[in-house]
């Protein structure tokens, strides 16, 4: 396993002054209120000790409504709260894989699938996307066998911003049918879907584990809250995983997360569709960038040299993350918009007068 790039990043930003920062991925705006006193409440009601390994019954119920919503249907008993979706994919990948086991990915990926893969000793086969970053499903279909544990997919994506349509994911399904072979779906970004309606695979393939939490939606990254559902036989399994290493998700954090469920985030997302046209405006005319259509980045296409061109970025004070943390190749780029338009503007123009 190798050290995060966009960790990297992090501690070069906390070394130079006042950068203008598009690396890490994380929302820009604080806890909804609602949601910060449900915590404290938690607290000083003295909910402080471990809940049951699978979560609060309250909040199980709760996400099996959720996942209604996307036309998944799932028993509560499919249902395992967790530790951020981070906590999920860990647990659930330790729970199918043994050594050898091949899993599909498709490059770019988000950082954390390679790495945790790796740590299982899976055999990892990336599909290179189409150049809009769509799934290559000939691809897909030609790399898919018997062998394949398990096809990775995270829509809304990050880090090319990509959402991938029904017609698309049905396509997926019927590749992964073909070959019993499981789905998991990271849609830890699905409140944040600009041109399109987000659809679950899960609603139409239900050999499927399906990843979603509160981290980006309600900002809540450091309150480590997610779930996920799925057959019964791979949450029963994730679920001794979890007894054994996490125990439970934050107690007061898990009270939290149900208001959370009923708190909008509608006027964040519209305020991110509004930054991500700035970035999109910004920078068509002069890189050769896809407009994202979901989560908060943007994946450009270097307009010169890569090592010359982040260096030339870190001299201009603008951190973005290079593209070959998140793939094989070291074509593009990756901007995080989730901050303060004036901060977009800034690195908008340093990143035109690079060309
Ligand atoms: N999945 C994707 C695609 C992400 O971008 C991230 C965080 O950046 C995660 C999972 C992990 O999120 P968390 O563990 O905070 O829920």
Same mark, same amino acid.
């Given at each position: 396993?190798?050290?995060?790039?966009?960790?990297?990043?992090?501690?070069?930003?906390?070394?130079?002054?006042?950068?203008?920062?598009?690396?890490?991925?994380?929302?820009?705006?604080? &806890? +909804?209120?609602?949601?910060?006193? =449900?915590?404290? $409440? #938690? !607290?000083? /009601?003295?909910?402080?000790?471990? &809940? +049951?390994?699978?979560?609060?019954? =309250?909040?199980? $119920? #709760? !996400?099996? /409504?959720?996942?209604?919503?996307?036309?998944?249907?799932?028993?509560?008993?499919?249902?395992?709260?967790?530790?951020?979706?981070?906590?999920?994919?860990?647990?659930?990948?330790?729970?199918?894989?043994?050594?050898?086991?091949?899993?599909?990915?498709?490059?770019?990926?988000?950082?954390?699938?390679?790495?945790?893969?790796?740590?299982?000793?899976?055999?990892?086969?990336?599909?290179?996307?189409?150049?809009?970053?769509?799934?290559?499903?000939?691809?897909?279909?030609?790399?898919?066998?018997?062998?394949?544990?398990?096809?990775?997919?995270?829509?809304?994506?990050?880090?090319?911003?990509?959402?991938?349509?029904?017609?698309?994911?049905?396509?997926?399904?019927?590749?992964?049918?073909?070959?019993?072979?499981?789905?998991?779906?990271?849609?830890?970004?699905?409140?944040?879907?600009?041109?399109?309606?987000?659809?679950?695979?899960?609603?139409?393939?239900?050999?499927?584990?399906?990843?979603?939490?509160?981290?980006?939606?309600?900002?809540?990254?450091?309150?480590?809250?997610?779930?996920?559902?799925?057959?019964?036989?791979?949450?029963?399994?994730?679920?001794?995983?979890?007894?054994?290493?996490?125990?439970?998700?934050?107690?007061?954090?898990?009270?939290?997360?149900?208001?959370?469920?009923?708190?909008?985030?509608?006027?964040?997302?519209?305020?991110?569709?509004?930054?991500?046209?700035?970035?999109?405006?910004?920078?068509?005319?002069?890189?050769?960038?896809?407009?994202?259509?979901?989560?908060?980045?943007?994946?450009?296409?270097?307009?010169?040299?890569?090592?010359?061109?982040?260096?030339?970025?870190?001299?201009?004070?603008?951190?973005?993350?290079?593209?070959?943390?998140?793939?094989?190749?070291?074509?593009?780029?990756?901007?995080?918009?989730?901050?303060?338009?004036?901060?977009?503007?800034?690195?908008?123009?340093?990143?035109?007068?690079?060309?």
């Amino acid at each position: 396993m190798s050290v995060s790039g966009v960790r990297k990043m992090f501690e070069m930003a906390s070394k130079m002054k006042n950068p203008i920062d598009l690396s890490v991925g994380k929302p820009d705006f604080d &806890t +909804p209120p609602p949601i910060k006193n =449900a915590a404290i $409440k #938690a !607290i000083k /009601q003295g909910l402080n000790g471990y &809940t +049951p390994t699978v979560g609060i019954p =309250a909040l199980r $119920k #709760a !996400i099996v /409504q959720k996942f209604k919503n996307n036309k998944i249907r799932v028993k509560e008993s499919q249902v395992l709260i967790t530790g951020a979706v981070s906590g999920a994919l860990d647990l659930v990948l330790c729970a199918l894989l043994n050594p050898g086991d091949e899993v599909i990915i498709m490059d770019p990926f988000f950082v954390g699938y390679k790495q945790l893969l790796l740590r299982y000793g899976a055999k990892i086969v990336q599909i290179p996307t189409n150049k809009d970053f769509s799934i290559d499903l000939a691809g897909l279909e030609k790399a898919t066998s018997k062998k394949t544990k398990a096809i990775l997919i995270n829509s809304p994506n990050n880090p090319t911003g990509k959402m991938y349509d029904e017609k698309e994911l049905r396509a997926v399904a019927r590749i992964a049918r073909k070959h019993a072979t499981l789905v998991i779906s990271d849609e830890i970004y699905e409140e944040f879907s600009y041109t399109k309606k987000h659809f679950s695979i899960g609603s139409v393939y239900t050999n499927t584990v399906t990843l979603n939490g509160f981290s980006k939606s309600h900002a809540m990254t450091g309150w480590r809250v997610g779930y996920c559902c799925g057959p019964q036989a791979i949450i029963d399994a994730t679920i001794k995983q979890q007894q054994f290493t996490y125990v439970c998700a934050p107690a007061p954090f898990q009270q939290a997360a149900l208001t959370a469920l009923s708190t909008s985030v509608k006027k964040y997302a519209k305020a991110y569709k509004k930054k991500r046209d700035i970035v999109y405006k910004g920078l068509k005319d002069k890189y050769d960038i896809v407009q994202p259509e979901g989560a908060f980045y943007a994946f450009v296409k270097y307009p010169y040299n890569a090592d010359r061109f982040i260096k030339d970025c870190v001299k201009n004070n603008l951190l973005v993350v290079p593209g070959n943390v998140f793939s094989e190749k070291n074509t593009h780029f990756r901007i995080c918009f989730a901050t303060k338009d004036s901060v977009l503007r800034k690195a908008i123009k340093v990143l035109n007068n690079l060309t």
